[in-house]
């Protein structure tokens, strides 16, 4: 009973809230640039996980022509090692199956720790 969820203008305020945890989005003029980009941008994706009735988890990415290039991953600190992170990039994987999975500087220490 967990799974990925497109995101959709209902859940800004909770996506905006595990945005936050991200250490490149403390500022709340970038995560508003960021949360535009994800509403106006055909190839930027983002998803929510939900869990149960809740939204504890959040991954963006930007589609690219042969990759998925993550932005984006945080969970609620409160269901932090669980695996959900891990379960995420899992369901993303599935969700892209003729992609390739890649990071950029933000969020390569998960996924490097993620293939291991
Ligand atoms: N870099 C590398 N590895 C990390 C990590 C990080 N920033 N954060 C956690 N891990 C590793 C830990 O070894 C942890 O193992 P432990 O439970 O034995 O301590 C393991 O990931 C946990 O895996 P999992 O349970 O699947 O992940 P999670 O559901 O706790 O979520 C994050 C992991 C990174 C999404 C979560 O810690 C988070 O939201 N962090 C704040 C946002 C952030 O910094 N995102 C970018 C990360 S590069």
Known sequence: ???LVRYRKNYEKI????????PNEKDLKQL???MKNYETNDDWQLFLWKQEEDFIGIIGVIVRE???E???ISVNPS???QGIGKQMVKAL????PNKSLCANDMTAPFL???EQ
Do not use: N, P, W
């Open 79 to 81: 269901h932090r090692h």
């Open 93 to 96: 994987k599935e969700l892209y």
């Open 1 to 3: 009973i967990h799974m």
């Open 70 to 72: 993550v932005q984006h």
């Open 15 to 22: 996506a905006m809230g595990l945005l936050s945890f991200m």
């Open 112 to 114: 490097d720790k993620c």
């Open 66 to 68: 042969h990759a998925v």
């Open 32 to 34: 508003q640039q960021t």
